[in-house]
């Protein structure tokens, strides 16, 4: 419920923003790049755990899809506001886990005009899950610093550090018998191109 609440104070504020900036100003942005994710090998350790008190075997890969796609309007003002999907955490073997994070964000860009741009963003994140041993998620803060380079181009690079504080339980197990909180993604380095 509390999910639900945050989602739409954020989406409202994602609408109120335009009043804020001139029409023919707005520029809508898509970054698509490479993530690296901490917390992965920690997720599929539990899940090989898991597996085997189950009988199942314990052969899990991780073959996780690490692109992750972020939308978002720069307005004239420098505020920012958008959204991200990814990357996509995929386990396979003798059990799966496919795991989607999800984010909301406003943020902040300085110096929108210079070659390099350091900006920051803040907002909601929640992962959508699925698996053999997953039990529920919790929404959690996410926030990034970043930097934009290249900015005299059409396509513009950068990086940015986030951390996600989303959390999914895991179900319990005979050696865990307490539901296992796991924030997969909780430090993220992201290399993209901005188109």
């Given amino acids: 419920m509390v999910f639900i609440r945050l989602f739409i104070c954020l989406m409202i504020s994602f609408a109120a923003f335009p009043a804020f900036a001139a029409a023919d100003s707005e520029s809508l942005r898509f970054a698509l790049g490479y993530s690296f994710l ?4 920690e997720l599929k350790d539990s899940y090989k755990d898991r597996s085997k008190y189950a009988g199942y075997g314990n052969d899990i890969y991780n ?10 309007y720069q307005f004239e003002n420098n505020l920012r506001a958008g959204a991200g999907v990814g990357p996509l955490i995929l386990l396979l073997g003798d059990a799966h886990h496919i795991e989607v994070p999800l984010n909301l964000t406003l943020g902040y ?26 039990s529920d998620s919790s929404p959690g803060f996410f926030g990034g610093i970043g930097l934009g380079m290249f900015n ?17 339980s ?18 993220t380095f992201y290399l993209y191109a901005d188109f």
């Fill in 38 to 41: 901490s917390n992965v090998d």
């Fill in 63 to 72: 073959t996780s899809i690490n692109l992750s796609f972020q939308p978002y």
């Fill in 109 to 134: 860009t300085f110096l929108p005009d210079s070659r390099y741009c350091p900006y920051f963003r803040t907002g909601i994140s929640c992962h959508l899950a699925s698996g053999d041993f997953y």
């Fill in 152 to 168: 005299s181009r059409s396509v513009h690079l950068g990086f940015e550090v986030a951390y996600d504080a989303a959390e999914l």
């Fill in 170 to 187: 895991l179900k319990r197990s005979p050696a865990k018998p307490e539901h296992e909180k796991i924030k997969t993604g909780e430090w």
